[in-house]
C-alpha cells in the first residue's frame, strides 16, 4: 500500500483518454438530446426541491379545501382529489417522493453492482465465477415478482411504523433496498468487463511491480478509468429506478403518507378515475413518469454517443 | 448444432431453477409468524401439546436442511405448492392455473402484435434512414419505451371507453350478460380484449422497433449487402432477402430477455382493466399476503421465463452458426 502512485503522466498517455477530454457536462449539454434530457430534469429537480414554496405544504385530508373530485378550476388549477385535495399540491410533492426514491434507489444498485463488477474483475477466480452466476440469475427471473415478494417480506417483518430515516417513511426505504438487490446486476457485468480489459493494460502491471496491493489498484487505477461507465450506467438505472418505484407503488406497495406519483396513480385507479373521465387525477403524474425517463433515455443516448466514439461515426 | 453449446444451455437453466426454488424457500421462511399458528388459525385453547403435534405433524420440528427442504422439493415437483390462504384454502395449482389462460391469451397475442408491428415499423424506418416515418417512428418509440403500461392503459380507457364510449371499461365479458348467440359472445369477449390487447401491444411495440431499426441500419453497412446492390438487385429486395434476414437475428433474444419484463407489464395491465389472469392474482394476493399463491405466482412465472431464454439460445444457436462455441 505504500508502493509510490503512478505519477499521472506516465498513465495518462496510455488510458487516461476519458479524463484529458474537457467537461463530460460540456458535452452532453453541446448535443441537443443532451441538452433537452439536462433542461427536463432541472425543472423537475426544482420541483422536487421547493415543494413547500411552490404549492404549500402537503395537503392531508384534514388541511383539504377543495370539492371533491373537482375538474380544473381557478383556484385549483389541476382539480382536485377524491378528499378534496389539491391536486397540484399532491402531483409537485410526489415529484419530490418519485424523484428521491429514484436518485435513492440508483445510488444503491450502482454501488452494489460498481462494487462487486469491480472485485469480481480484478480478483477473478471462484469469487468472480460464483458473483457471475449470481448476476445472471437476477438477469433471467423476472425481478419484479421478486421484488413485489420481497418488499411485502421485509415490511412484515420490520413492522410498519412512522419511523423514518432521512425524512422518508421506513416502507419507502423498503422499497430503495429492494430495488438495490434486485437490478445491481447489469451494472456489474458493464464494470466488470471494462475492469478485466483495464487489469491487463501495463499502468496496472506497473502498479504491481512497484508492490502495490489489490485493493490501492482498484480504488486509484481501476476505479477512476470506469467513472465514466459508472456515470452513464447510473443514467439509465435511474430511469429504471423510477420505473420500477412507480409500478411497485401501483400495485400497492407504496405509502399514501409520503404519496409518489405511482401512489397517485394507484389511488386514482382505485377511485376509478379513468373510468369517471377524472383525468385530471392521474394525466399530470403520467405525464411527469413519462417525462422524467423519456429525459434520462435522451441523457442516456448522448452519454453513449460521447464515451463510444465508434457508434457515432456509424451513424 | 454443437453438443456442448446445448449441454451448457440447458444445465444453465437448471441450476437458474435450482436457484430459484432454493430461492422460494428460503424466503418465505424469513416471514413473520411461525406456520404452526398460521395453521391452527384463531382457534381457540391451543395448548402447547396441540402446537407440537401440528409441529411433527407437517415435519416443522425437524432441520430445515436437509429435511424439510427436501420435503419441499419433493412436493414442488409433484405439483403440489401448498393452499391458498384467501381462496377458502383451494390448492395454489387449482388458483395458478385457472388464471393461467387469460394471461397466456391476452399476451401471447399481445407479444404476436407487437413483434409483428414493430419489426416492420423499425425495418421500414431503419431502411429509409431520415425520412418522415423514420423521424416520426424513431419519437413515437421512445416516448412509449417510457411509459409504464399500466398509464397507457389508463389513457386508453379514458379516451376510448370513457370518453368515446366504444369499448367497455373492464372485466373479459359484460357481468352477468346472457347472449343470444355464440356470435353476440364473441362480440361481447372482443369488445373487452381490444383495449388490453392495444395496451400490451404499444407498450411492447417501441423496444422492438428501435431494435429492428439499429440492426437494420448495421446491416446495411455490410459488404453482402452492397455486393447485392452492386450485383442490380432491387432495393426492396435486397431488403427482403440479404438485410432482414440477418438483422433479425438480435431480436429472438430480445424477445426472450423481454419476457421478465413483459411480466411486471401483465400484471400491471391486468390491474388496470381487471382482466381475470395471474397479474389481478398477484396483486389480490399481495393485498392480502396470501404468500403460498404470490410463492406459486413467483414460481411459475420465474420458471416459464427460464423455459423461453432456453429456447431462445437454442432457436439462436441454429440460426446463427457464429455463437455455438
Excluded at chain 2, 414493430?118 to 419519437?139: F, I, M
Amino acid at each position: 500500500m505504500s508502493a509510490p502512485a503512478v505519477p499521472a503522466g506516465t498513465g495518462g498517455a496510455v488510458v487516461a483518454r476519458p479524463r484529458r477530454q474537457p467537461g463530460l457536462l460540456r458535452q452532453i449539454l453541446s448535443r441537443p438530446d443532451g441538452l433537452a434530457g439536462a433542461v427536463i430534469l432541472l425543472a423537475f429537480s426544482v420541483l422536487a426541491l421547493v415543494p413547500d414554496i411552490l404549492t404549500g405544504p402537503l395537503q392531508t385530508a384534514i388541511t383539504a379545501t377543495g370539492p371533491r373530485l373537482a375538474p380544473p378550476s381557478g383556484a385549483f388549477p389541476l382539480g382536485t382529489d377524491e378528499l378534496g385535495r389539491s391536486m397540484l399540491n399532491l402531483t409537485v410533492h410526489a415529484t419530490r417522493i418519485s424523484m428521491v426514491i429514484g436518485l435513492l434507489a440508483t445510488l444503491v444498485t450502482v454501488l452494489i453492482g460498481a462494487v462487486l463488477g469491480i472485485v469480481s474483475g480484478y480478483v477473478g477466480g471462484r469469487f468472480d465465477a460464483l458473483v457471475m452466476r449470481i448476476a445472471d440469475f437476477f438477469l433471467v427471473i423476472p425481478t419484479f415478482v421478486l421484488a413485489i415478494i420481497l418488499t411485502a417480506i421485509i415490511r412484515d417483518v420490520l413492522g410498519t411504523g412512522s419511523r423514518e430515516l432521512f425524512g422518508i417513511r421506513l416502507s419507502l426505504i423498503t422499497i430503495v433496498v429492494v430495488i438495490g438487490i434486485t437490478s445491481w446486476s447489469s451494472t456489474a457485468r458493464i464494470i466488470r468487463s471494462q475492469t478485466l480489459s483495464l487489469k491487463e493494460r501495463a499502468f496496472v502491471d506497473r502498479a504491481r511491480v512497484v508492490g502495490a496491493g489489490g485493493g490501492h489498484i482498484m480504488r486509484r487505477h481501476i476505479l477512476p478509468n470506469v467513472t465514466n461507465l459508472i456515470v452513464a450506467n447510473a443514467v439509465l438505472t435511474f430511469a429504471g429506478a423510477i420505473l420500477t418505484e412507480t409500478t411497485l407503488s401501483f400495485v400497492g406497495l407504496g405509502d399514501p403518507f409520503q404519496p409518489s406519483w405511482g401512489q397517485l396513480l394507484d389511488a386514482a385507479r382505485t377511485v376509478g378515475a379513468p373510468g369517471l373521465g377524472a383525468w385530471w387525477y392521474f394525466v399530470p403524474a403520467g405525464v411527469g413518469i413519462v417525462l422524467v425517463v423519456f429525459a434520462f433515455t435522451l441523457l442516456g443516448s448522448a452519454l453513449d454517443a460521447i464515451l463510444n466514439p465508434k457508434l457515432q461515426s456509424r451513424r | 448444432m454443437g453438443l456442448q453449446y446445448t449441454l451448457r444451455r440447458v444445465a444453465t437453466a437448471i441450476f437458474t431453477i435450482v436457484l430459484i426454488v432454493l430461492l422460494n424457500f428460503l424466503l418465505f421462511r424469513a416471514m413473520p409468524g411461525s406456520p404452526e399458528r398460521i395453521l391452527l388459525g384463531r382457534m381457540p385453547g391451543v395448548t402447547p401439546e396441540i402446537l407440537q403435534q401440528t409441529r411433527e405433524r407437517w415435519g416443522l420440528d425437524r432441520p430445515l436442511f436437509p429435511d424439510q427442504f427436501v420435503a419441499y422439493v419433493a412436493s414442488t415437483a409433484q405439483g403440489d405448492l401448498g393452499f391458498s390462504y384467501s381462496a377458502r384454502g383451494r390448492p395454489v395449482t387449482d388458483v395458478l392455473l385457472q388464471r393461467l389462460g387469460p394471461t397466456l391469451l391476452l399476451f401471447g397475442l399481445g407479444e404476436v402484435f407487437a413483434i409483428v408491428m414493430g419489426l416492420a415499423l423499425g425495418a421500414y424506418s431503419g431502411w429509409k434512414r431520415g425520412g418522415v416515418v423514420d423521424y416520426v417512428g424513431n419519437g413515437v418509440s421512445l416516448v412509449l419505451y417510457s411509459t409504464p403500461y399500466f398509464l397507457l392503459g389508463m389513457g386508453l380507457l379514458l379516451v376510448f371507453a370513457t370518453g368515446l364510449g366504444w369499448f367497455p371499461t373492464f372485466g373479459m365479458s359484460t357481468a352477468g350478460a346472457t347472449y343470444a348467440s355464440l356470435v353476440d359472445r364473441l362480440v361481447d369477449y372482443g369488445a373487452h380484449f381490444v383495449l388490453p390487447l392495444a395496451t400490451v401491444a404499444l407498450g411492447l411495440i417501441g423496444q422492438y422497433a428501435i431494435l429492428m431499426r439499429s440492426s437494420v441500419i448495421e446491416t446495411l453497412g455490410e459488404d453482402y449487402v452492397t455486393t447485392a446492390r452492386a450485383m442490380g438487385f432491387r432495393d426492396g429486395r435486397v431488403l427482403r432477402h440479404h438485410a432482414l434476414p440477418n438483422a433479425m437475428l438480435p431480436t429472438v433474444t430480445l424477445v426472450a430477455i423481454n419476457l421478465g419484463y413483459v411480466v411486471a407489464g401483465a400484471i400491471t395491465v391486468e390491474v388496470v382493466f381487471n382482466w381475470p389472469g395471474l397479474g389481478t392474482l398477484t396483486v389480490d394476493a399481495l393485498s392480502s399476503r396470501d404468500y403460498p399463491v404470490l410463492q406459486g405466482v413467483f414460481l411459475l412465472l420465474s420458471v416459464a421465463v427460464v423455459f423461453a431464454n432456453l429456447a431462445a439460445d437454442l432457436i439462436y444457436g441454429v440460426l446463427d452458426p457464429r455463437v455455438r462455441t
